[in-house]
């Protein structure tokens, strides 16, 4: 257990890193997602020519052609097309909030911070159970620097959803880039034990575990937690960059399979 002082105010300090963490940021077409929303080599373009070639014919009343077409956009990165999509849902329905949410979340990913912020906003106004919503918004305030706030959206999505790994990771990083480590580690711990996918989700939150413990000067177990990223994602240079670190500071050579080094 690392034994660090917590302050009970939310109006946080500044700390400087010193190995990095992984930060995930956007609640997108999964629940556990980063900038680039899941989409793997190879299957880019595939989702949205799939759509593309569908029947436009849909009666307009039912809106989830359209809402599926959007998250296809998202995947394939096509912002405009997407966004056209998810306005035809909401025009089926202006109650399909689900839609209204993904077109916030266009809005986030082409850089319209302000727009974003006030669509989640509006959104959560009327449906304040929305853990995707309160996840990304609380993103936006970070980048706002709006801490303090950032840290009441991301605990109001884990109270509307415990189970939102962004949401605990989220906070994690947040809690973490500000000094409050053990606090930090508890959410990151909390990832492990709810995620159901292996990697490489899993691997940043042992890269980030580790970044902890060595700002804990736990060097150990520091270095037996980036070794447990690199077993689930090999040749990850910030994992890499991390295990080499500690490694030095412990005073220990770089050894080449690295990855052998724990029985997993």
Known sequence: MISVKVSGSTNFGRAKAAISLVVLVFVGAGAYAETGLGTKNGQVGRAS???????YTEKKIDPVPYYKRGLAYITDKKYDEAADEFKQALD????????????????????????????YKKILELR???????????????EKRQDSQALTEFRKAIQMNYYSLAAHYNLGNLLASNGYLKEALREFQTCLT????????????????????????????????????????????????????VRRQLNKKPVGAYVKQLNL
Request: proline share 4%; aromatic share 8%; hydrophobic share 40%.
């Open 128 to 142: 304040p159970d929305m853990a995707d919503a309160h996840v990304n918004l609380g993103i936006l305030l970070r």
């Open 194 to 245: 709810i995620s159901t996918d292996a990697a490489p989700e899993s691997a940043r939150v042992h890269n980030n575990i580790g970044v902890i413990y060595q700002k804990s000067r736990y060097l150990e177990e520091a270095e037996e937690e980036f070794l447990r990223a690199l077993v689930l994602d090999p040749g990850n240079k910030t994992f890499e960059s991390n295990l080499a670190l």
């Open 49 to 55: 020519k799939q759509v593309a070639s569908a029947s």
């Open 92 to 119: 089926c329905n202006p109650h399909y909030y689900q839609a209204w949410v993904k077109l916030a979340l266009v809005y986030q990913l082409t850089g319209q911070t302000d727009r974003a912020i006030d669509e």
